[in-house]
């Protein structure tokens, strides 16, 4: 299978499971837009590091597709918040970041791995999306990298 057929396929199965309508889902929608730096859309775009969704939104889908077992729901009607908190997740990032609160400011924090201390991101990002992004990551990690992040 091309890589091209894999992708189309992903993209019916989301577009059924979050019922959006066949050729509906556009992952390039504003609903799916993070504005970054260039050098850390490359390290997100190669799973130096990902989004991980409050707890509340885990618990809830999970009500959803596990306890409720529902195959189907419409998400964007449950999404309805115009920001969501999210937490950076990072498997390979060894180096410390600097975090400037604000582009006036001179003042920074310099964060070290695993970046517990990051503190949330605010996005208008739709949690389906974030948690989609994350388990694909999440399944090409082995799993000694993931727990290496929690030490």
């Known amino acids: 299978m091309s890589f091209l057929t894999g992708f189309v396929l992903k993209l019916t199965k989301l577009e059924y499971v979050w019922e959006e309508g066949y050729l509906q889902l556009n992952v390039d929608s504003k609903r799916n837009l993070l504005h970054l730096r260039a050098d850390w859309h490359r390290l997100f775009d190669t799973s130096e590091w990902m989004l991980v969704p ?3 939104i885990v618990q809830e889908l999970r009500e959803i597709y596990v306890k409720k077992m ?3 729901k419409d998400l964007a009607k449950l999404f309805v918040k115009k920001s969501y908190r999210y937490y950076v997740l990072s498997p390979t990032l060894k180096e410390p970041i600097c975090r400037w609160p604000d582009v006036d400011e001179d003042n920074h924090k310099t964060l070290f791995p695993p970046f517990a201390n990051l503190g949330y991101l605010e996005s208008h990002i739709h949690p389906q999306f974030v948690i989609f992004n ?4 999440l399944q090409d990690i082995k799993w ?3 727990s290496a992040m929690h030490q």
């Open 134 to 137: 994350t388990g694909q990551k």
């Open 144 to 146: 000694r990298d993931f």
């Open 54 to 56: 409050e707890r509340e």
């Open 70 to 72: 529902c195959i189907t």
